[in-house]
């Protein structure tokens, strides 16, 4: 037999759901805030690691004048 849920017992079920949808967005939003704060107190901004890897791969040229 199926089970047939009233109105007012979904309705609550959906707004429980939405209040904890929200606690869940605030605190996500002040994990962003704090890592985004960290970096900032850490100095230079982190690069992609594209960048990264384009940087490693690619020679100054500072540092091809200095090995002649």
């Given amino acids: 037999m199926a089970k047939v849920l ?3 017992d979904v309705n609550s079920d959906v707004e429980h759901r939405m209040k904890e949808f929200e606690k869940l967005r605030v605190k996500f939003k002040a994990e ?3 890592a985004e704060a960290k ?3 850490a ?6 690691i594209f ?3 384009t940087e490693f ?3 100054s040229p500072a540092n091809a004048v200095a090995k002649r």
């Fill in 6 to 8: 009233k109105f007012k």
């Fill in 32 to 34: 962003v805030k704090k």
């Fill in 39 to 41: 970096r900032a107190a």
């Fill in 43 to 48: 100095g230079k901004p982190s690069k992609g």
């Fill in 51 to 53: 960048k990264s890897i």
């Fill in 57 to 59: 791969f690619t020679d």
